[in-house]
């Protein structure tokens, strides 16, 4: 059974688009994030969610929306996806302050 | 501000030879400390952490990791390492004081044979 789920593993788009990514997991966690990997491998917090409360909103730009519409799920919607954009988004869930599991990624790449 | 230094950008060592992947932070009070490895393409992985108690933490697939407290430092180490070892390596950092974890930049391990 897979334990952190995203889809789509592989997202090819045009700028300007709008799209959206999906998390799942079930391990019970409490706690969900959104992680972004540039093309040097350097990794950043997006977003982390509590109990669907969010928790963590680094600074990114309101083109982007996370939702959780329950624990086990948190879902990342793109407005208006730009050249910058591109990257693989990872989510993470973990027990509150716990040992993160991530997800398998999604490439996403803006043409 | 708080931060994790992975002084290296990439670490090349022979098959069955001694590795160390070093890890240093600047983060107020005691930290959690973790290491995480990602394969390519693949997501990340947890490989161990220390919280508290022995300085020698024991994790997967062989790794360890040697906490110094008077040197802020973390390093990840094997005794002999493997081909399969060559991946990605992260290190992180938790104060006590919030969820978040601060990343290193990550170190590019290659085993050769």
């Known amino acids: 059974d897979t334990a952190v789920s995203q889809t789509p593993k592989y997202l090819v788009t045009q700028m300007g688009n709008d799209k959206s990514i999906k998390c799942e997991q079930n391990?019970?966690?409490?706690?969900m994030y959104w992680y972004k990997q540039d093309s040097k491998k350097f990794l950043k917090i997006m977003f982390s969610?509590?109990?669907?409360?969010?928790?963590i909103n680094e600074t990114v730009p309101n083109r982007f929306s996370p939702k959780s519409p329950d624990k086990a799920h948190l879902n990342l919607h793109i407005n208006s996806l730009e050249l910058g954009d591109s990257a693989v988004y990872f989510c993470?869930?973990?027990?509150?302050?716990?040992?993160?599991?991530f997800g398998p990624g999604t490439r996403l790449l803006v043409l | 501000a708080q931060s994790v230094a992975q002084p290296e950008d990439q670490v090349n060592v022979a098959e069955g030879n001694p590795l160390t992947v070093k890890c240093t932070y600047s983060?107020?009070?005691?930290?959690?400390l973790f290491w995480y490895v990602q394969y390519p393409n693949r997501g990340l992985q947890f490989l161990l952490k220390?919280?508290?108690?022995d300085n020698l933490v024991k994790g997967s697939y062989g790794f360890e990791a040697e906490f110094n407290k008077s040197q802020t430092s973390f390093h990840l180490k094997k005794p002999s390492a493997l081909v399969s070892d060559s991946a990605l390596y992260f290190c992180?950092?938790?104060?006590?004081?919030?969820?978040?974890?601060?990343w290193g930049a990550g170190t590019k391990l290659i085993i050769k044979p």
């Open positions: 992180a950092v938790r104060p006590q004081s919030n969820y978040q974890l601060i």
């Open positions: 983060v107020s009070g005691n930290p959690y």
């Open positions: 220390y919280i508290t108690g």
């Open positions: 391990l019970g966690h409490d706690t």
């Open positions: 969610y509590n109990n669907k409360e969010l928790i």
């Open positions: 993470a869930s973990s027990q509150v302050a716990g040992d993160q599991y």
